[in-house]
């Protein structure tokens, strides 16, 4: 298994995007959490219970299932933290569109948690890319010209 470095700090920020993604899904599902519902206004949302879920569960568990897979050294952890990266993004870019314009006084925190968590899943994909075209991309794509003699 080459590059353990990054092996090890996708790891990392897997965990804690899986831990801090479960725990606050999970705290937003039950009513644990509480935010004004003033914040869904003009959502398609009427409390926090799907959103709680959607972070738990995709955001959550594909961070866990990446965590768990990429220290096997194969070629599907790679790819799930790749995945896991694109749906934290995409989770960000979710909660952007529907949910900034009601937050009023609560945006300056919004924003800097927003953009923390969208430089998490920007960075898991980006040393998630590395380690497939370093170590994988040779096995899908010949590197060598192919004459046609």
């Known amino acids: ?13 897997e965990a ?9 899904g999970v705290g937003l599902a039950v009513g644990a959490i509480q935010f004004p519902l003033a914040f869904l206004q003009g959502t398609p949302f009427s409390d926090y219970t799907i959103l709680g879920l959607v ?3 995709i955001v ?20 799930v933290s790749a995945l896991a990266g694109l749906l934290l993004m ?15 006084n609560w945006l300056l925190l919004t924003v800097v948690l927003q953009a923390i968590y969208s430089v998490l899943g920007l960075t898991i994909f980006g040393l998630a890319a590395s380690l497939w ?8 794509f010949q590197t060598r010209h192919v004459s046609h003699v």
């Not at 804690?16 to 606050?24: H, K």
């Not at 995409?90 to 009023?104: A, K, T």
């Not at 075209?133 to 899908?140: C, Q």
Request: charged residues 15%.
């Open 60 to 79: 959550g568990g594909s961070s866990l299932l990446a965590a768990a897979t990429i220290l096997t050294g194969r070629e599907a952890g790679v790819l």
């Open 90 to 104: 995409g989770f960000e870019v979710l909660e952007v569109s529907i949910i900034d314009r009601n937050v009023g």
């Open 133 to 140: 075209v370093t170590e994988y991309r040779s096995h899908h």
């Open 55 to 57: 972070m738990a569960i």
């Open 16 to 24: 804690f995007v899986a831990l801090t993604s479960i725990v606050c």
């Open 1 to 13: 298994m080459k590059h353990k470095g990054v092996r090890l700090t996708l790891v990392v920020l």
